[in-house]
């Protein structure tokens, strides 16, 4: 019976349907898609370097030198988006298209590669993908501005272009873009490193000496900025004191061999972490284990180079990435679901237990549909028409005036106000290791900041972590009164 069910659900036609529908919600999901935290930090950086000439966050002032100039940013992230504000103007969703290319080309490359390359045929190609579309952590990430899409879009095709290692411009290809993985983030090291490990291990000394120098020059752009003595050292101190990541960065970069060697020890054992931190990766985890488990002898014979690159890359993402989060883990999704499209369709060949993994698998698949339907509601929870919102709370505000706010609203606001962003006091909580209070919070940016408004949003209104207006309640003071609140914002006006 489930051997019948399995066969139905893995045909040619049955897949090609259900990843029809699959990608048909994910274009649902993208219609006034939330604004991710982050997506502010490297907006705002693309929008000064377009406006004044360099890269800054005047959002955020006494932390480093940043409102007049930031020397540690993800270069080829922020370089294109200031390409898109030039060409086409100053929206969120222009930077999140540019996202969603990536996103789609490596869709595309998987399918690619398992059909033409490794010849697997249709279905196995469908089923990857599908997977692809169906792992939270990627229905979020393909469609906000971050550089982890453009990480694993470059290194993916790096590995395409490096595969069978036999055309010089395929080679120059591959390490071309393993360079544009680390230009995209430091993280995307990973590639240049794989890239150059697998290429050894294959013995394959002409390919590597096309590859290597390729993605050594591109990944060498990164330094564009760091050609002085100064420049070096600013760099360097605040990489190792860098808010909310000293101790992740500091023992790569102060120096002392004990600490990093053991740092990178602690940060192994701890790799687990990675794979199970929250539903959003847990689902296509489980699958990629235990397929490495019931199949990883089957696959490294059937598809060696498959296997080979996704255990040096697995080993480079635990060895030379920043923390254990899972937003790094995207760089080897495509790996991933290649390695379970694989594994799946290759049940019907084993010889023991082959029902019960064919249960286990079907089971584990059903969990992951259910986490990306959590996802998706979710999404469509949080979807709206931000840039509208942010209009109608802020019309009732002077131009030009300062405002605290949550950071989001620089779209589409930027070149009317001043912003000032809460992550600026989340540092200074870091940095100095400390408690602001809402007294605290509200003299600093009254006395220090001349801020003239602050506006409140709900997650503020229940943020555990920085409870500064914990339910709204604003404490007698002598810097700020309530003016307006509604059920989305709080707005308080300089006394």
Known sequence: ?????????LSNSYLKVVLSCTI????ASLYHRYIQQDEPWFGEQAYWLVKE??????SMPGIFNWTSNMIIYHKLVVWLGAAIIFLFGWSVY???LLILLFFTTTAYFIYRFLKVKMNTGDAVAFLAVTLFFITPELIHRGFIYRPEVMVMCFGFLSFYFIYDYRSAPRLLLGGLFAGLAFLSHLNGMIFPVAGFIYLLIQKQWKPLMLFAP???LVSMIYTIGLWNQESIETYMFQLKNWPTHQDTFSSKVDG????TVFSHIKRILGEHKRYFWDQDVWGISGLFIVSMLVSFRRNKKNYPALMTY???????????TSSHSPRYLVALMPFMVMTVAVTIFSINDMKKGKSAIAALFTLMVAAQIAFASMAYSKIFKTNHYHVQKHA?????IEKGKNILAPWSMIYNQIDEYNFFSFKTYEYIEDQNNIKLSQIDLLEQAHDKYLIDYIIVNTIRKHDKEFPWFKNWQLEPNPFYKEIKRNEDFLILKRI
């Open 24 to 27: 048909l919600v994910f274009v």
């Open 256 to 259: 002392n061999i004990l600490d």
């Open 1 to 9: 019976m489930i051997a019948k069910i399995y066969n139905t659900i």
């Open 53 to 58: 000439g360099n890269v800054k966050i005047k």
């Open 310 to 320: 996704t255990l040096i890359l697995l080993i480079s993402i635990a060895v030379l």
């Open 94 to 96: 222009y930077f999140k």
């Open 214 to 216: 390729v993605a050594f």
């Open 392 to 396: 109608q709370v802020l019309s009732s």
